[in-house]
């Protein structure tokens, strides 16, 4: 392949922050509508024997807040057009469905209260989530959708990250339950959403 050829294939860096900043910005503005202007009552999700194993934990917020983070970076990070335009499109149906789901069977769950005996950035973390986020719209977990299509991007151009970068993304990911912010169903209703999508432009990931 020449030099021009392969020039073309790569994006610049401000491309793909104005393109990835402008998708992110729009999911975060549905999901904060959909979050705290419910257009339906939300139905009460049960919490199940993982939910239980897994348990509560405060210490939890920062893996909870360094997941919610990754996935922007991961993105920026692909540099070879169409794979970051596929990424960025399996970013939109996969939230696209999220939302569709947010607004028309809109869920919630039983959530702790930010801990009032933690000082310091630990109790400033919760007091921000709490502040950000209500407990509707659990289901399925944007959370999870986010990370997983970012990284699924990302190691399609960059193969041998898989090794540390799958294993880093899925330990972060209990945290969303040991915050109590989603239950293990949140969890896998937004693993199966980020799949249909990859699924869906699967041709423009292949190496």
């Known amino acids: 392949m020449s030099t021009l050829a392969t020039a073309t294939q790569r994006l610049p860096a401000t491309t793909r922050l104005l393109s990835a900043s402008a998708l992110i910005t729009v999911v975060t503005l549905v999901y904060l509508a959909s979050n705290h202007f419910p257009l339906r009552s939300p139905q009460p999700l049960s919490f199940n024997v993982v939910d239980r194993a897994i348990g509560w934990h405060a210490w939890a917020i920062w893996p909870y807040w360094l997941l919610l983070v990754i996935a922007p970076p991961f993105i920026l990070a692909i ?33 702790h209260g930010a801990p009032a005996d933690l000082g310091g950035a630990t109790g400033a973390a919760w007091r921000l989530l709490h502040f950000l986020d209500s407990n509707i719209n659990c289901f399925p977990s944007a959370h999870i959708t986010a990370p997983i299509i970012a990284v699924a991007g990302y190691c399609a151009q960059h193969p041998r990250a898989r090794r540390w970068a799958w294993p880093f993304a899925i330990a972060l990911m209990p945290s969303v339950v040991a915050t109590g912010q989603h239950y293990s169903w949140d969890i896998l209703g937004g693993a199966i959403t980020a799949a249909f999508a990859l699924w869906w432009v699967r041709r423009d990931l292949r190496p």
């Open 79 to 111: 540099s070879e057009r169409r794979i970051f335009f596929a990424t960025l499109r399996a970013y939109a149906i996969a939230m696209a469905i999220n939302a569709a789901i947010w607004v028309v069977w809109p869920t919630s769950l039983a959530r």
